[in-house]
């Protein structure tokens, strides 16, 4: 029972990253199609049209980034998620199988929360791009908001899943699957530290490693 919930807790998250790719990709066709205002870029160009695509102007640069950073992030996650179901329920090892379990079990409620309430953060800023028009329903994006709110709420609200994550996953054989995970990424670090293109990115990342680390302290 508990692995079919996790399946489908995970398959939440994924659909979540889908849709918000739907969103992304809907959006940055329309705004790099609808002229409106002047971009601050355009500064020597000829006046051929009396407006700019809004993909030229940074705000809207920003929030596209910001989605597809998001969905590229969230489907490497997922994939990696899919990996250690994969060798939990069919590697010959016994012990290899135990600890994929371990940290797929823990990574579930992440997959299946902080997906589908970014999912939901990203549909609302690709509707932004459109303004008023993104609330009429000709357009699509409307019906994105309105359907991925819902990967919030099913197969547990988020609150329940977070709550899982801190009370039972974290606390689980004293952290074992969380120092795991957090390992893994250190060695990554690690490897990334010795390369100046890389350098900078390693050090976030530690940094956000030694935050994410804390609540094992209490």
């Not at 994924?14 to 409106?36: C, F, M, P, T, W």
């Not at 940290?103 to 997959?111: D, K």
């Not at 699957?177 to 390693?202: H, K, N, Y």
Request: proline share 3%; charged share 20%.
């Amino acid at each position: 029972m508990f692995r079919l919930m996790n399946h489908m807790r995970r398959r939440v998250g994924a659909i979540a990253v889908g849709v918000s790719e739907l969103a992304y990709q809907n959006a940055r066709e329309y705004v790099a199609g609808r002229l409106q205002g002047r971009a601050p870029s355009n500064t020597t160009r000829a006046s051929e049209t009396h407006a700019d695509p809004l993909l030229e102007q940074p705000d809207v640069k920003r929030c596209l980034l910001q989605i597809a950073a998001f969905n590229e992030g969230a489907r490497a996650l997922l994939v990696w998620s899919s990996l250690l179901m994969d060798i939990s329920e069919r590697s010959s090892d016994a012990s290899e199988r135990h600890g994929a379990e371990l940290r797929y079990a823990f990574l579930t409620p992440v997959l299946k929360g902080f997906l589908s309430d970014g999912a939901f953060a990203n549909c609302v800023t690709a509707q932004q791009l459109y303004g008023g028009y993104g609330y009429v329903a000709g357009t699509g994006i409307e019906q994105l908001v309105r359907d991925v709110r819902l990967l919030s709420i099913a197969e547990g609200a988020n609150g329940v899943q977070a709550f899982d994550l801190v009370s039972r996953q974290l606390r689980k054989g004293r952290g074992v699957a969380f120092r795991a995970i957090a390992a893994g990424i250190g060695r990554q670090i690690e490897q990334s530290s010795g390369g100046p293109s890389t350098v900078e990115l390693a050090n976030r990342e530690a940094a956000a490693l030694a935050e994410w680390s804390a609540p094992l302290c209490y």
